[in-house]
């Protein structure tokens, strides 16, 4: 009896640790150690807390793995967000250039295209007749 006895606060303790553990908390993993090392418990129940030990070890590794890649991917979303914005800058910079250089290239054909008119006979007709008209009503 002496013997069950001595292994139930080993067992509770064990219990409320896995139970700890299981609820993400890990406070208490040093009762599974004192559990490892105490001679007077059962060795299987040693076993089965060295075991539970080597768990959190794990859970703690990848918890600490994942804080990592959540704050590599965080400054990665961060870079993209301000690249994003330089790109939309750089959009709206080229697309004023863009607009510029259209109304120029317009005004550059309308010239021409003036030219094309001015420069025909019967414009000449026209503006000749329209000086007549002109030096007529003056007088």
């Given at each position: 009896?002496s013997s069950?006895q001595s292994?139930?606060?080993?067992?509770?303790?064990?219990?409320?640790?896995?139970?700890?553990?299981?609820?993400?908390?890990?406070?208490?993993?040093?009762?599974?150690?004192?559990?490892?090392?105490?001679?007077?418990?059962?060795?299987?129940?040693?076993?089965?807390?060295?075991?539970?030990?080597?768990?959190?070890?794990?859970?703690?590794?990848?918890?600490?793995?994942?804080?990592?890649?959540?704050?590599?991917?965080?400054?990665?979303?961060?870079?993209?967000?301000?690249?994003?914005?330089?790109?939309?800058?750089?959009?709206?910079?080229?697309?004023?250039?863009?607009?510029?250089?259209?109304?120029?290239?317009?005004?550059?054909?309308?010239?021409?295209?003036?030219?094309?008119?001015?420069?025909?006979?019967?414009?000449?007709?026209?503006?000749?007749?329209?000086k007549d008209?002109?030096?007529?009503?003056?007088?």
């Amino acid at each position: 009896m002496s013997s069950s006895q001595s292994m139930n606060p080993a067992v509770a303790s064990l219990a409320r640790t896995c139970e700890a553990i299981a609820n993400g908390r890990f406070d208490d993993v040093e009762e599974l150690y004192g559990v490892i090392t105490d001679d007077s418990v059962d060795a299987d129940i040693r076993a089965l807390a060295e075991t539970f030990s080597g768990m959190v070890v794990q859970v703690e590794a990848r918890e600490f793995h994942s804080s990592q890649l959540i704050e590599e991917l965080t400054e990665t979303k961060r870079q993209l967000e301000l690249a994003e914005a330089k790109l939309r800058k750089e959009n709206a910079e080229l697309k004023t250039r863009l607009d510029k250089f259209e109304v120029t290239y317009d005004e550059k054909q309308a010239e021409m295209e003036v030219q094309e008119v001015t420069d025909t006979d019967y414009f000449r007709s026209l503006q000749s007749r329209a000086k007549d008209l002109r030096s007529k009503y003056k007088s």
